[in-house]
């Protein structure tokens, strides 16, 4: 497991029984480096939605706890906010409740000259995603392959 992937279970870890106990769903942890900065983010939701005092309120209390247990090696900025409409698709629970709903896939590679598809989420599994097109197309996708994936909006 990568150093990445180690911060990001652990502070999910500490984070869980934080969102629960204000009954919030914890969508997404992730520890990225951009523009020479590392950022520990945290997306929480709700429904109806996350405001400012949501965020400050996890962010304090996270931040309280990561000092305490002290596992991130480098200087980080630490993020707590909304998913936001173009969340991505990640979990079992996200795609359980985007079937049904139209969405985006990109893939790594392209699959017969196109890296960007778009259809409604008809099921998934451990593996596989599939989607029907607008023009009634069955498109079978190997999670693997799929860069990102996530609700889409028009606008």
């Not at 000092?67 to 906010?81: G, M, N, Q, R």
């Not at 629970?93 to 590679?109: A, H, L, N």
Request: aromatic share 10%.
């Amino acid at each position: 497991m990568s150093r990445r992937e180690t911060y990001e279970q652990k502070t999910e870890a500490l984070l869980a029984p934080l969102v629960e106990e204000h009954q919030f769903e914890l969508v997404d942890v992730e520890y990225v480096k951009e523009g020479g900065s590392w950022y520990l983010r945290a997306y929480i939701d709700k429904p109806g939605g996350i405001t400012i005092d949501d965020c400050e309120l996890i962010s304090r209390a996270l931040s309280d706890l990561l000092d305490e247990h002290d596992f991130i090696e480098d200087a980080y900025i630490l993020e707590v906010s909304s998913p936001g409409l173009g969340r991505p698709l990640k979990k079992d629970r996200d795609f359980e409740r985007s079937v049904g709903e139209q969405v985006e896939i990109r893939t790594f590679r392209p699959i017969d000259q196109k890296k960007d598809f778009t259809g409604v989420l008809k099921e998934f599994d451990k593996n596989t995603v599939t989607i029907e097109t607008d023009n009634k197309e069955t498109m079978l996708f190997q999670r693997t392959d799929i860069a990102l994936i996530r609700l889409a909006f028009d606008f």
